[in-house]
Structures are given as C-alpha cells and as structure tokens.
C-alpha cells in the first residue's frame, strides 16, 4: 500500500480565504511539508558564481547547489526552458514519455518533477496515479499550482525529497521517468541503483539528460550556442537566475559527459538490474532519451 498520508501535495493545499503568499500558499503549509533528509541550510558557503568552480561544487555539494540554482526559476521555467532549447525539450519529454505509457502503468514516479511537465504529460497519457519527487520545494509549489490549474491534482501526488534515498519501498512503481537529474549528484551510479529499486520487476524506466553532440561540427556550434547565446539568451528572457543558469549548464554538461560516458550509463543501469537498455540521441545530439525495464 502507498504511503499517501506521507504525500506533500496534501500540505499544500491552497487557502484562497486567507490573505496569502508566494503562489497563493500559506507560509504556515510551509512547515508541514515532510522533509525525507536532514535539511542542509541553504547559507551553507555553497559560492554561487558559476563557472567552473561551480561545476564542482555541483558534484560537492549537489543537493544545497541544484536547490540555490532552482530557487529562483520556478515561476517561468516551463516556458524559458522551451524558449532556450529552441522548443525542443518538449520533443524529448514526449520522445521520452513513449517508452512508459505504453505499458498502461497505474502508479509511476517521476523524480526530480520540478514544475510538473512531465508529471503532467504522464497523466494526461496515461489513467495513471503519478507521484513526483523533487527537493525544491520551491519548484513544488510552482508544479502543484500547474496541476491544479490542469485539473490533474486528483491524480498528481507531489513529494519533497531527493533521487538519491527514495521514501519508498523497493517495487513500489509500475513505470519511473527522471529528467535532468544525473549531473546534481554526486554518485551517479549509486543514484541510478536507488531509482531502479522502487519500481516493480519489468516496470518501465526512462530518463532524459542533456548531451554533448559527437560530431566536431555540431560539437562547435552546440559550444558556441551553450557558452555564450544561453547564458545572455537567459539574462535577456530570465534576468539573473537564468543568466547563472545558462552560465553553469554548458560546463556542467562538458563535464559530466567526460566522467560519465553515454556507455558508462548505459553500463550503471544495466549494473543497477536493468534490462533491454536502449538511447536514442536527439536535436543533433543535444538531447539523450534512455530506457530500460527492470529486470524480473
Ligand atoms: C532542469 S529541472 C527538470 C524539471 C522537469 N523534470 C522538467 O523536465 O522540466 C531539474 C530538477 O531537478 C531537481 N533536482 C536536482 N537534484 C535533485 C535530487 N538530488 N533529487 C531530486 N530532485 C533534484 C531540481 O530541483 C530541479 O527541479
């Protein structure tokens, strides 16, 4: 049985009869969200420049760094994301949601959920109850208000939490998807086993990363567009939070790519129990959809 009592979508319920707050949610709903893991404090030092530096201080301290990089984006975020990938991350969403829906899944996770797109997109595809998980609660909050305004919230169970030790038992899900999550922890591979764990014997699992495109000529050009059009493309449509943001993301991906081979990943999930593993690149490269199932 799901522990739904444990959801955080229940704590923030709006209060349109009182005076409000931030997205129209109390402060007091604030406090009776469960935390899943001691909760670091955001003044932790963490130096939020971003550079290079600030790639490593993602890996050192991923979980203080991806809440301090998210906190101010929530609000625009779906639509800034789709403005500066040129409109194709929703293409990879779907490309990655076809791998899960087809299995008529009923209960699926999608970690690191932020403002619900793709929590969203899998209950609009599926008759599915869906539980996303992320740990910014501020990132929450913006993807409890989309799927409200959706009118999927009866479905949708929002948790605060991290990828990384999931408040779940193990084969608790028919189907999981996780999205930009890989390059904020710290051990990819241990991440990836955790993730693997909740979902039942051949449930679906499908992600989706950013990449870095092979061939020399688009490799160039995917440079030059993340080193320099991302970053002043974010300042101008996103102001400071995405000016860091696109400042951060193209030497983030370089990196983790030269850690973290697409063959490496390929080889943690099959590790981790899963089957069949397949990826397909897209957009030239700048995008990598993966999937699998677990094994049985
Ligand atoms: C780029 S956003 C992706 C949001 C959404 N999945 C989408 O496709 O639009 C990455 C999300 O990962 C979350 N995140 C980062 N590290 C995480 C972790 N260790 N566990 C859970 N969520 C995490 C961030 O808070 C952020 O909301």
């Known amino acids: 049985m799901f522990p739904w009592n444990l959801v955080v979508g229940q704590a923030l319920t709006r209060r349109s009869d009182h005076g409000c707050c931030r997205n129209g949610f109390e402060r007091a709903d604030v406090h009776s969200i469960r935390r899943w893991w001691p909760s670091p404090s955001i003044d932790s030092g963490v130096p939020m420049k971003f550079g290079n530096r600030e790639v490593a201080v993602s890996r050192e301290k991923p979980n203080e760094f991806a809440k301090e990089l998210f906190e101010p984006l929530p609000r625009r975020y779906n639509l800034l994301a789709w403005l500066l990938s040129f409109g194709q991350d929703r293409r990879w969403r779907l490309a990655m949601l076809d791998h899960v829906v087809g299995s008529d899944p009923r209960l699926i996770l999608d970690v690191a959920c932020g403002p619900c797109a793709v929590t969203?997109?899998?209950?609009?595809?599926?008759?599915?109850?869906?539980?996303?998980?992320?740990?910014?609660?501020?990132m929450l909050r913006m993807g409890q208000s989309n799927v409200e305004e959706a009118g999927l919230a009866d479905r949708v169970s929002l948790v605060l939490g991290r990828g990384e030790q999931l408040p779940f038992a193990d084969g608790t899900f028919d189907a999981l998807t996780f999205t930009y999550l890989l390059r904020y922890v710290d051990d990819p591979k241990a991440t990836i086993a955790e993730l693997v764990r909740v979902v039942k014997p051949g449930g679906p699992i499908a992600s989706l990363e950013f990449a870095v495109p092979r061939s020399s000529g688009w490799h160039a050009m995917w440079w030059f567009y993340t080193r320099a059009v991302l970053p002043v493309g974010g300042l101008v449509t996103g102001g400071k939070?995405?000016?860091?943001?696109?400042?951060?993301l193209g030497p983030s991906i370089s990196k983790h790519y030269r850690t973290y081979s697409v063959d490496w990943t390929v080889g943690a999930w099959e590790h981790a129990g899963v089957e069949h593993v397949e990826h397909r690149s897209m957009s030239l490269g700048g995008g990598l959809v993966m999937w699998g199932y677990r094994s049985a």
């Open 241 to 248: 939070g995405w000016w860091h943001v696109g400042r951060f």
């Open 120 to 138: 969203k997109a899998l209950a609009k595809k599926t008759k599915a109850r869906i539980v996303g998980i992320d740990l910014s609660e501020d």
